[in-house]
């Protein structure tokens, strides 16, 4: 018969079983108390905040001020801060002015489209519907994205013995509900969309590795160049999504030096596939810099077109960014800008250790001669080589992780690394094997524990940006 101590102990090992039995339903919990939490805190922000502009906006756009004290109507006006005016009123109204330019085109023409849906249904109060379509696409891309983050991280995972795959998945889409971005995963901001657009692309990109495996190359090509549209379109959305290219650069050039060194040409229906992918990225990021172009430099006489148009690479959005923003090589390395920095150093200090921790974290076990030959290693050896795929892949994330982390310190405005990051998986995955790792130790309770400093960050770090967003105040 067990003891009330055996009893009290086995409880937390029960209530883990009984969440990971249903994990997208525990998912779904945590995630709506999670946001019910945010946007209390956000609707509570008292005022109209520190900055009049989202007031004069919505007025000017005939939302009246009784619906503005409404509740969705508070939380309209505390969710339409910073970089949501833009997004909101480009989805209105167009590109109109040339600085707009640095806001996503992707994220504004699908922003623009669900407002014509909610018009055409009648629903949504005049002026402000295009806010509201950023708001639900931001809730229901986000809670997808944590349900694509949970199926990529068994996928790549599986073949780990070492982890528990099952709790490795769960965990890493838990942070990534209470991730730093905070807000900017409620509010009308590329985030969210271009999580769930970059997860889904890594998630595909993953089946097409067990296509490759299982002998079925059709499937694999498939999926290959769906990854590369979905990549293509994160990078409409932001312009950082571009660095998922690299996979598909680094697989055509492995691929292509393959079939030079063994003149293998069965694998050249792969190289083609990846070569699609690869266009399919370019193409999201050309499309808006073409329409641009279009736009201010072709329909111009050459003495009015603006500088950038006879720049070698004509790109709107690069002179947006460095001639409206200031965006550059340590052009945000100013001494007044050093609580910024101070701000994103917790994450990127989190992006560059998990990026080194991912090159080393799938052990490649030795075998001996005799193992070899022995039909049981042969099927060890399938696995093998299916995790030694799934390792490559997962050394590809850590690379554009660390580039982006090294971007962001050198050139982006720093602290924005805390909201870029909620789409990028590997630190995700680093904290929740030190989680796992952790809770096993003699020291997972004490309070200098790493995993739980880093997790108490987190959640402090979301709400207080979350009451100083909603007010209309820094950092954004």
Not at 125 to 134: C, D, I, L, Q, T
Not at 204 to 211: D, E, H, N
Not at 357 to 380: C, H, I, M, N, Y
Not at 452 to 463: E, L, Q
Request: proline share 5%; hydrophobic share 50%; charged share 15%.
């Amino acid at each position: 018969m067990p003891t009330p101590h055996s009893q009290k102990k086995s409880f937390p090992d029960s209530y883990i079983t009984r969440i990971l039995s249903n994990p997208k339903t525990s998912l779904a919990v945590i995630f709506i108390a999670w946001k019910v939490l945010l946007l209390a805190v956000a609707i509570s922000s008292p005022g109209p905040g520190y900055d009049t502009s989202t007031t004069l906006i919505l007025s000017a756009n005939d939302l009246t001020e009784t619906a503005k004290e409404t509740l969705p109507g508070r939380l309209v006006t505390r969710l339409l801060r910073w970089d949501a005016i833009y997004f909101t009123q480009i989805a209105q109204r167009g590109y109109l002015l040339e600085q707009e330019w640095a806001f996503g085109w992707g994220f504004t023409r699908f922003l623009g489209w669900i407002g014509k849906g909610i018009n055409a249904l009648g629903l949504g109060e005049p002026g402000s519907v295009e806010a509201v379509a950023g708001i639900l696409a931001a809730h229901t891309s986000h809670f997808l994205s944590v349900l694509v983050l949970y199926d990529v991280s068994e996928i790549v995972f599986q073949t780990q013995y070492e982890l528990p795959v099952s709790k490795i998945a769960f965990i890493s889409a838990v942070l990534h509900i209470v991730t730093p971005a905070g807000m900017f995963l409620s509010a009308p901001f590329t985030e969210s969309l271009f999580s769930l657009l970059q997860f889904s692309a890594f998630s595909v990109y993953a089946r097409s590795i067990q296509a490759d495996e299982q002998d079925t190359p059709v499937l694999r090509d498939i999926l290959i160049i769906a990854s590369g549209l979905l990549t293509g379109l994160a990078t409409t959305v932001r312009s950082n999504g571009i660095l998922g290219g690299l996979i598909f650069a680094y697989d055509a050039f492995v691929i292509a030096l393959r079939i030079f060194e063994t003149q293998d040409f069965m694998i050249l229906p792969k190289l083609v596939a990846t070569g699609y992918a690869g266009l399919l990225v370019a193409l999201g990021a050309a499309t808006p810099q073409f329409l641009a172009y279009l736009e201010y430099c072709s329909q111009v006489p050459a003495e009015e077109a603006r500088p950038w148009c006879k720049k070698l690479v004509p790109s709107i959005y690069l002179w947006a960014q460095s001639y409206y923003w200031d965006v550059g090589f340590l052009r945000y390395w100013t001494l007044s800008n050093i609580p910024l920095f101070a701000l994103a150093a917790p994450m990127l200090s989190l992006m560059a250790y998990s990026s080194i921790w991912g090159w080393t974290v799938f052990v490649e076990p030795a075998q001996s001669g005799t193992d070899r030959k022995s039909g049981e290693a042969a099927l060890q050896s399938n696995n093998e080589h299916l995790k030694a795929k799934m390792h490559h892949f997962l050394r590809n994330l850590c690379a554009i992780q660390m580039i982006l982390a090294i971007l962001a310190l050198s050139s982006y405005h720093v602290q924005i690394i805390t909201r870029l990051s909620s789409g990028y998986p590997v630190w995700y995955w680093w904290l929740s094997s030190a989680i796992i790792h952790n809770s096993k130790s003699e020291t997972a309770k004490a309070w200098w524990n790493s995993p739980t400093i880093i997790i108490r960050w987190m959640i402090i770090y979301a709400m207080i940006q979350g009451g100083l967003f909603a007010a209309f105040l820094p950092p954004a």
